[in-house]
């Protein structure tokens, strides 16, 4: 005889499990897997705590079932940017911006995805090989497609399709990454909406000049994007009342205790 609770009406099932995920996605971003509570999980979900175990059987299968949820939203809009009905050039402006914003409001996958990363430094194998196979390395395959179709119809120059995505995308996270250091260096912060609504202009404008065989047309296509693709709405530090921007995460992460081991053990 099954020892499961006793499954709700269908209709509301999986409204049900939707909230179990939002609420222990927030909960695990917080906290990490060994700091997350159940107990916090199911009241913010409003169910009680059997229910998490009915839908998910552990915690760690709930974990893993939160962090691909995330992910493959982040999928989903990448894909979506791909498969638009515009010129390789357009596509990859977007991908850029979608990216740049993606720091900025998605503070949940910021937050696993750096917690995963660092299990990964240690050794545990985590859920990061699920994610690549299932989100990353299609959204990495299909950068690589629109990069040659660009090249091949002249719109784009030619150089390696790798270095055009580090161009691309790897500014953007340098830059959060990067946050506490322009603080100091020039006594301005780079995380205000100003600041924020500014790099992102920039970063459409810089790519619109780098990476077109004519940089008339890139810069008409920057504008054009940057006009028609708002900076998503968060809580800023500089807003009255406001709380730390998602991407904090990144510039103001503590350091992995295991990165001071690592130190620690060099100069031993």
Known sequence: MSTKPYSPPSERSAETRQRILDAAAREFAAHGLAGARTESIAAAAGVNKALLYYYFDSKEKLYTAALEMIAERVRDISMA????????????????????DRILAQQEFQSLMQQEMIRLHKGETGV???????VFEPVMVMFQSMVREGIASGELINVDWQQMQLSALGANVMYFLAAPVWRMVFGSEPLTSEALAAR?????????????????????????????????????????????????????????????????????
């Not at 940017?81 to 740049?100: C, K, N, Q, T």
């Not at 500089?238 to 103001?252: H, S």
């Open 81 to 100: 940017v791909f498969l638009r009905d515009a010129s390789p050039g357009e596509r990859l402006l977007r991908s850029a911006i979608s990216h740049f």
């Open 128 to 134: 990061l090989p699920i994610l690549i196979k299932r």
């Open 200 to 268: 992102r202009k920039l970063l459409l404008e810089y790519m619109g000049q780098a990476i077109f065989q004519d940089r008339k047309h890139g810069a008409a296509l920057a504008a054009k994007v940057f006009a028609d693709t708002p900076m998503p709405e968060v809580t800023l530090s500089d807003q009255p009342g406001g709380q730390k921007v998602a991407a904090r995460v990144l510039a103001e992460a503590p350091r992995p205790e295991i990165w001071n081991d690592d130190a620690k053990e060099r100069t031993k």
